[in-house]
Structure formats: structure tokens, C-alpha cells
């Protein structure tokens, strides 16, 4: 499936929500009921989510089902209650919505794009034409995004051009400069041969019989295309047109296990493919996209080996790299940035992005989640605390997935899959969590939080939780702790580093619940400061080169980091208070304080992959393990568990403490031996070394049947009925009316509904209402605003006098207006198409 689209490289951040991972157990329903299996009690006061503490569930069982066809009638059979991937097949659509024992929720946050190796070969007898800059431009022309939405993807999908989601805020904002690139790089075949023809003698091919060749051998383009959905069908039109141009085709079929292991894991260099059908989850909504051009082009964006082969052009990695910190002063220089950013993104091509998707997430009728508007099922941060049966309370619930344990799971540098992920994001509790319909991140283990920003900068806030003030100048503390220093085995603080002083231009204060230090890890080891401050120090040591723990792969994301970190302080421990100063900010003030406040991390868990790949037994990135000829560290099975049950043997008689000069005095005393205690009983019982401190635990883990297991940690705290208020998100619906036939001259008027399930959508919770107008040369004429409180119970009116319309050529026109709410992030957009004819004669 789909690789999620947002991966946090602060450290500290990483462990508070990424890192924990399930565990495998074959399940077998044979000899037992429906009813048996699931089991629960009946929906009754005493054992509502007014009681009830941790998750609704007493388990959940994800299996592997890889054909989607299949799903409906399991479903409507009993054999699963969820399917935990996005449809977007129209004949299984039709099923799912048809079906009296199905229902299903709706998200928006799935692309499908075509990745490139951009790397030169190392073998200098084969030729990559998507090293080439232009080739890679000219896919753009070559590709029809509308044949391909309308007839491979069956309609469930809007054609996509830029780096930036259609769906998400950012779009709206940019429409206009979105528009003028959209209609520049629109379907033009003849425009695209010419160019890769043009490109390719000048790389010293040669078309001979209508075949391309170089240095006399026939050119091969290898295309790994995704088999679990349409991205099939897209793989073999690409291939299609491949051999239109003259190629010759090799059309590797894979599934997302196998293709990783191609273009993830192998050094691009080496030539084992040329283009994937890639897609991609965003797993929340992204009020921001500032980060994304850094993500997607630069080799910032990842430390895998594709990202590392990157090269992009000078002026679009530093633009890239400023908007990753936010290096701008007023939201005007923002949006500027942006619209030349995303036009760099197109001539740089290193993917082109072809399709934004609608996708259906099915289940029985008697299940009840929090679907993320952007990331459904899978990329829901909400999903532990919400997923229930609405009859009962407790039971088992079956659910689906197309593929489980794609990449090994290491809580630092681990797989980043889709699935893999939702199933880690049961297992731990971070301290907030983004709300399924604005992206506004909401307190989960934070009382309050306070941010200052240096006058002017542009962030606003719209939630009470959190505070946000201004100040001529922000100071930071001497005592901040800013760098590692491994040699003194310490952290340097600001008055060491910067004798001179220090300014910053957000600070972040965040206060802790009180009893945030005193809960204990699913293996019952009780929780320290030692597992906030371990994963800050990794962070470091991972980047310095006389460090075992050195990765050369990170070294790029640390840089960006350091550009913007201004250091972090633990202010009190009672309730824990940590301030952080960062030179990076965000549009909203929730969004800075969930970059910014940092969760835990088992630190005795750490400690035995910090000891593996210290004596090069392991390694924590896929990068080094290629790189040093040993495994990818995996916490869940494999190779890697013999290994690890070694380490934990020398770090239970040593009271191994990673960087004990420091982290000892974080430390109870005898707490080295009662973790490692914890974790051998933990390992004995479970069979893998993953703990967490979220409302599931790890069960146990057999991967080769693909399936896993988790199980209600009795220990969670929080009722279960905590984040039951999201229900159905109230997303716009809007409808243009208007005239079908216009003169030139005359005055028009067009009324805009806007709906909510057939009533009005009340004005108060509109945020803005846009307008374009485009003639027939897609040629912009006007754009403007209509303020909210100007509806008529639901109806607005958009009107165009004569002197504007007089601008208006014959032939056909359109009317696109974008709307925006306060209670979801993501816009809704209607067109209207209307013709224009000579004016009439007076």
C-alpha cells in the first residue's frame, strides 16, 4: 500500500508517536462462533465509556487480506468487522454502499504520483534518461491525468499536479498560482516526445528503426508497478506509453513488500528500476505544507538511498530548505515562496504527481471510529481511543489490511509503511494528537501550553489550550541546553555556546499532567526523565561522525534542524515543565507546540539497539545496514530478536545505562536493574522487545502468517470514552446555479448554495468563500471574495457587471469557487461552465 506522506525527523518528537510497532499472531476461527469470537458485553450504563477505562476493545486482530474484492462479503459473513485500506475501486464502492451489513467512512488524503530514479547508473553501459532534468519535466506533458483519474481510477480520484494535496488548506490559499502551472503542464503528447527525443541524442542515444539504443545496445526501461489496486493498470499504461516512445519494456509487477526491498532499500545507482507507480497517505491534515518541497526533492527529505541521490536544482533546495524552517517574515512572502516553490517542483520532476483520491473505508455496521478527513482509517491518530462495536463494550475485532510488516520496525529509523505505522500509533499515548477534521492538534497529556512569538511573525491560534503572546525580542535562557558534546558526555548549554547570548523567534512552554512521571511502560517498568532526554541525545550522536552511532544518511535532516533549534530546558518536574526555542514557526499556534513538545521513549529499549549497533550487530537505518553489510534492526522477529536477547543479557548484568555520566541523574536508584527485569519477563511473554504506553500492548507476533495482535492496556488511564465526540465531519457542500448561455456585455449572476446533508450550512462556521473566474483561454479575468455573513440562508450571490464581461471572448467559460470551514480544514471546490455569444444587436 501506501507509504505515509509525513515523517517527523525531530527525534525527541519521533518517539513520542512513531515508534512502537504490533507483534504477529496467527488467528484461526475455526470451531467458534462469530458471536464466541468477538465477544464483549452488552452497551449498558455500567459498562459504558463513562466507566470504562483504556481502550473500548479487548483486542484487535489486523490480518492480512491483499484483495480488496474480497472484503464486502467477509464483511457481511462476520470474518471481519474494519478493512483497514482506503478503496478507491468503483465496482467495490458500489458493493460497499449497496450492502445492508456494510457501512463505510470517507477520506481524502491519498495520492497516487510516479516516482523516478534520478540517479546516473553506475554502470556507465546503461543510460538513465530521468537523470535528465527536462525528460523528467516532459513526463508531465506526456501523462493524461484526466484519462487516468476518469477511466483507470473509475472516478474516484481528481487529477493532481503539484506537490500540494487539492484537498488540503494550502491548495485553496494558492489557488491562482496553482491554476497558472496546472494549465501550463496540462496534457500535450507532442510536446513531451519532442522534448525526451531532444534530450536523449543529446545524452548520446540514437533512435534506430524506431527504437532507442546507446552505445549500441537497445535501451530498457524498468517500471515496478504496484499490483494490490489501479495503480496495475497505471504501471502498464505508463509501459504503454514507454514503448509508444521507443523503449523497451520490462514491467516488474510487485507488491509493496517487494518493491521495497527495490527502490527503498537498493542503492538507486545500481539500476534495478527506472519508475514506480508510488502513492501515498497523508496520515493527518496538513494545515501547512511549507515542508513538503524539502520532503519530496531534497535529500533532507529522507535517509533512505533514493533521497540521498537527489540533486536538485541550487535555487529550489535553498527555497526548499527556508519554507522547512519557515524563513519568512509576513504570510505575503510565505505565499510567494510557495507559488515559486511548487513551480521549481515541476521542472525538477524528481516525481510527478498525477491524482488526489477519494477513498471509502469499509465496515460492519456496528463499528464506530474517528476517521481522519485526510488519512481515514490507517492514518487516524485517533483510532486507539475511538475504535469500538456500537452494541457492546470489550471484544475482538477482525480487521483487514493489505500487507503487515513491510519494513523491520525499530523505534528510530524504522519502516515508515502506512499500515505498519497505524498499528504503532495504538501503542504509544504522545502528548497531543491532531483532530480528525481541522488538523488543530488537541492536548492528550498536556495541561496547557504557552506560546511566544517575536512581534510580527505571522501565527495565529484557534484553540483555548493553547496561549500565544508576542514579545519585541525572545531571550534564551543561559541554561538552555543547545548541543551534545560526546567527548564531555554532556549537554552545552546556550551561556557555553553562545557566550554572547542568544535570541529565538518562537519560544514553547508545555506543562505536563501531574501525573505524567508516574506512569508506567506496558512491561511495568515505571516512566523517568531518563526517557525524554535519551532520545534527544540519540538525535546528536546519530550525526557526529566519532560516534558508533554515526549515520551518514540522518546528517542531511540534522542539518536542516540545527538551522532553526535554538535549545530545550526542563523548567520543573513537578508538574514537568519544558520550554523549547526554535527560529521555526508554523501558521498555527497548535501546530508549533505539536512540533515542538517532546514525548518518551523507553530508555532501556533504546539501550539495546544503541549497544547492537555499537558492536555492528545491527543497524538502526536501513542506509547503514546496507552500508555495513548487517541487518536492518527489527524489534518484532527475524534475525534481529537472537541478537537483542544477547544484548539484554549484557545490559541485565552490566546495569547498562547508555551515556550514564548524564543520564544517571535521571535515574531512580536500581532502576537499570528493574528495567532490564521488566523487559526479560516482557520478552518471555510476548516474544518481541516493543514496549509502548498506549491503550494497547503488543499480544505476540508471528509474521509469517501476517497477522497481529493487540491487546486493551488495563493500566491506560484515560476513560474510553475520552475523544467520542467525533462523529461525522460536517464537510461543505457547495452548488453553483447559474446561466447556461451569456452575451458579451450583459450583466450575470450565479447563486451559490452551500449544504450540510440537504439543510444549509450555517454561515457563522464559514471561513472564507473564493471566486475565479477563467474565459475561454483559461485566461484569469477575476477572482475575489464573498464574506460569509453576505449569505441568505445558505445562498450567495456572485454577479459580474457588463465592463467585466465585455473582457469575455466567445467560446466556453468557468466559474470555480472554493469553500472554507471552521469546523473542517479541508475546502470544497464546484465549477460552473457557461458560454459566451456575441451580444445581441440592439
Known amino acids: 500500500m501506501m507509504r505515509a506522506s509525513k515523517k517527523v525527523f525531530w527525534l525527541p518528537l519521533l518517539f513520542a508517536g512513531l515508534f512502537l510497532a504490533a507483534v504477529i499472531l496467527l488467528f484461526s476461527d475455526s470451531g467458534s462462533t462469530v458471536e464466541r469470537r468477538r465477544g464483549g458485553e452488552p452497551l449498558t450504563g455500567e459498562t459504558s465509556g463513562v466507566q470504562r477505562r483504556g481502550a473500548w476493545l479487548d483486542e484487535v486482530v489486523f490480518t492480512r487480506e491483499s484483495d480488496p474484492g474480497k472484503v464486502v462479503h467477509q464483511i457481511e459473513i462476520g470474518h471481519l468487522d474494519l478493512f483497514a485500506s482506503g478503496i478507491n475501486n468503483p465496482t467495490i464502492y458500489n458493493r460497499i454502499r449497496d450492502s445492508l451489513k456494510t457501512d463505510y467512512a470517507v477520506s481524502y488524503g491519498s495520492s497516487v504520483e510516479l516516482t523516478m530514479n534520478t540517479a546516473e547508473f553506475a554502470d556507465p553501459e546503461q543510460l538513465n534518461p530521468f537523470h535528465n532534468r527536462r525528460i523528467r519535466e516532459a513526463m508531465n506533458w506526456l501523462l493524461d491525468r484526466d484519462y487516468i483519474a476518469a477511466e483507470l481510477f473509475g472516478g474516484l480520484a481528481a487529477p493532481r499536479y503539484l506537490p500540494m494535496s487539492t484537498v488540503l488548506p494550502d491548495y485553496a490559499r494558492l489557488a491562482e498560482s496553482a491554476r497558472a502551472i496546472e494549465l501550463h503542464y496540462r496534457f500535450d503528447a507532442r510536446r513531451a516526445e519532442a522534448i525526451i527525443r531532444e534530450e536523449l ?29 489501479a495503480r496495475r493498470e497505471l504501471g502498464d499504461y505508463v509501459a504503454n506509453l514507454m514503448e509508444t516512445l521507443g523503449f523497451r519494456v520490462q514491467r516488474m509487477y510487485r507488491t509493496a513488500g517487494e518493491a521495497s526491498r527495490i527502490w527503498i532499500a537498493a542503492d538507486p545507482a545500481g539500476g534495478g528500476w527506472h519508475l514506480y507507480t508510488g502513492g501515498w497517505v497523508a496520515v493527518v491534515i496538513n494545515r501547512d505544507l511549507a515542508g513538503d518541497l524539502d520532503q519530496f526533492y531534497t535529500p533532507r527529505g529522507r535517509p533512505e538511498p533514493l533521497w540521498q541521490s537527489y540533486d536538485p536544482d541550487p535555487e529550489l533546495d535553498a527555497l526548499a530548505e527556508r519554507l522547512r524552517r519557515r524563513d519568512y517574515a ?84 524504522g519502516t515508515n509503511w502506512i499500515f505498519d505505522r497505524m498499528i504503532t500509533r495504538a501503542l504509544s499515548d504522545p502528548v ?71 535570541t529565538a523567534r518562537t519560544r514553547t512552554r508545555v506543562v505536563y499532567q501531574e501525573d505524567y512521571l508516574q506512569r508506567v511502560w506496558h512491561d511495568g517498568a515505571e516512566v523517568s526523565l531518563a526517557d525524554i532526554v535519551l532520545p534527544w541525545i540519540l538525535f546528536f550522536e546519530r550525526t557526529n561522525e566519532e560516534s558508533p552511532l554515526f549515520d551518514r544518511a540522518e546528517v542531511p535532516i540534522f542539518q536542516s534542524f540545527i538551522t532553526h533549534f535554538r535549545g530545550w530546558r526542563i523548567v520543573d518536574q513537578q508538574p514537568l515543565t519544558i520550554e523549547i526555542y526554535s527560529d521555526q514557526i508554523f501558521p498555527d499556534a497548535e501546530w508549533i507546540v505539536g512540533s515542538r513538545a517532546p514525548g518518551t521513549a523507553p530508555w532501556h529499549m533504546l539501550a539495546l539497539g544503541i549497544m547492537a549497533e555499537t558492536h555492528q550487530r545491527l543497524a538502526f ?64 511473554r510476548h516474544g518481541h522487545f516493543m514496549v509502548g504506553d498506549g491503550p494497547y500492548y503488543l499480544h505476540s507476533a508471528r509474521p509469517i502468517e501476517g497477522t497481529v495482535v493487540l491487546r486493551r492496556n488495563r493500566n491506560f488511564s484515560d476513560l474510553a470514552g475520552k475523544w467520542g465526540h467525533f462523529e461525522e465531519a460536517a464537510v461543505p457542500e457547495p452548488h453553483l446555479e447559474g446561466p447556461e448561455i451569456v452575451g458579451i456585455g450583459e450583466h450575470i449572476s450565479f447563486d451559490l448554495r452551500i449544504e450540510y446533508h440537504g439543510q444549509p450550512y450555517p454561515s457563522a462556521d464559514l471561513e472564507r468563500i473564493a471566486y475565479m473566474l477563467f474565459d475561454s483561454g483559461d485566461r484569469l479575468i477575476e477572482q475575489g471574495e464573498i464574506p460569509p455573513e453576505h449569505g441568505d440562508d445558505g445562498v450567495w450571490r456572485i454577479s459580474f457587471d457588463p465592463r467585466l464581461t465585455r473582457e469575455l471572448e466567445i467560446g466556453a467559460n468557468s466559474l470555480e469557487v472554493a469553500v472554507t470551514s471552521r469546523l473542517v480544514a479541508l475546502p470544497s471546490f464546484v465549477s460552473r461552465a457557461f458560454a459566451t455569444i456575441p451580444p445581441a444587436e440592439e
Not at 543479557?649 to 545505562?657: G, P, T
Open 432 to 502: 497531543v494528537l491532531p483532530d480528525p477534521f481541522t488538523g488543530l492538534f488537541r492536548p492528550q497529556r498536556l495541561q496547557q501550553a504557552e506560546v511566544t512569538v517575536q512581534k510580527g511573525v505571522p501565527v495565529n491560534r484557534t484553540l483555548d489550550w493553547v496561549s500565544l503572546a508576542e514579545a519585541d525580542e525572545i531571550v534564551v535562557p543561559p541554561d538552555t541546553w543547545l548541543a551534545w558534546d560526546r567527548g564531555k558526555q554532556r549537554f552545552l548549554t546556550v551561556g557555553e555556546k553562545n557566550p554572547e547570548g542568544l
Open 621 to 684: 537505518s536501513s542506509d547503514k545496514a546496507d552500508q555495513l553489510g548487517i541487518e536492518w534492526m527489527n524489534l518484532v522477529g527475524g534475525p534481529s530478536l537472537s541478537i537483542l536477547d544477547q544484548e539484554l543479557l549484557r545490559a541485565s548484568a552490566e546495569n547498562f545505562v547508555p551515556y550514564a555520566q548524564f543520564l544517571a541523574r535521571f535515574l531512580e536508584p536500581g532502576e537499570a536493574a528493574d528495567r532490564y527485569r521488566a523487559l526479560s519477563q516482557w520478552r518471555r
Open 330 to 413: 509576513t504570510w505575503q512572502e510565505r505565499q510567494e515562496m510557495m507559488a515559486r516553490g511548487m513551480k521549481l517542483a515541476l521542472e525538477e520532476s524528481t516525481r510527478v504527481w498525477l491524482l488526489d483520491q477519494k477513498s471509502v473505508w469499509p465496515h460492519a455496521t456496528n463499528v464506530e471510529f474517528a476517521a481522519d478527513l485526510a488519512g481515514g482509517f490507517s492514518g487516524s491518530a485517533m483510532w486507539p481511543y475511538t475504535l469500538r462495536f456500537t452494541d457492546r463494550v470489550g471484544g475482538r475485532m477482525m480487521v483487514g489490511v493489505p500487507n503487515l510488516l513491510t519494513e523491520p520496525w525499530n523505534p528510530v529509523a
Open 201 to 229: 541524442q543529446a545524452m548520446g542515444a540514437e533512435l534506430k528503426n524506431g527504437r532507442w539504443h546507446y552505445r549500441g545496445a537497445e535501451m530498457e526501461i524498468r517500471i515496478l508497478i504496484r499490483t494490490e489496486d
